[in-house]
């Protein structure tokens, strides 16, 4: 097989990665996606408990049904400022992988907008911001009515040392 066969076998293999059904949420006035299949549930918020030297954006632990698992602000995770919680704040409980282990995790979203199907063609890449900026955990910019979805990948939102002293907490 030449070099530029598997180059765009990866390629089309990376685009039927993106291809399928998201949640989409708001944060800060922008939508993002998250892959259907990454989320357990949504809850409306609940009492969070806090947790003493934690990071900012580490908002505490919950109980749901008896498992105690982390939550995070996404807001404060992608430095945005802090906004207090309203009625349609809520927190989707995600499944995400880190070093081999499967986490459950509760983010915080200003609010739930709805599921999308969405196809690989409609999935831009992610642009390149310079070599300053972090931006693997974003998985591509879906077009969509002209404007723009943030689609992200869960699994790389944090760290794999962050998700594992989370999951310590919990």
């Given amino acids: ?85 309203a009625e349609r704040t809520c927190i989707i409980v995600v499944e995400i992988q880190a070093q081999g282990k499967m986490v459950i995790l509760g983010i915080v979203v200003d609010s739930v907008s709805e599921v999308l199907s969405i196809r690989a063609e409609d999935i831009a890449d992610t642009p390149t911001f310079g070599t300053g900026l972090k931006t693997d955990f974003i998985l591509g910019m879906a077009k969509m009515g002209g404007g723009v979805k943030i689609l992200l990948d869960i699994d790389k939102v944090l760290s794999s040392d962050e998700v594992i002293s989370l999951d310590r907490v919990a």
């Fill in 1 to 85: 097989m030449s070099q530029e066969t598997r180059v765009v076998g990866q390629a089309i293999q990376h685009m039927a990665q993106r291809d399928g059904k998201y949640l989409t949420f708001s944060l800060g006035g922008e939508e993002y996606g998250i892959g259907i299949l990454k989320i357990k549930e949504i809850i409306g918020m609940i009492r969070i408990t806090p947790m003493p030297q934690t990071p900012e954006y580490v908002k505490g632990v919950v109980n749901l049904r008896g498992k105690v698992i982390p939550v995070i602000d996404l807001r404060l995770r992608f430095s945005m400022p802090p906004m207090e919680y």
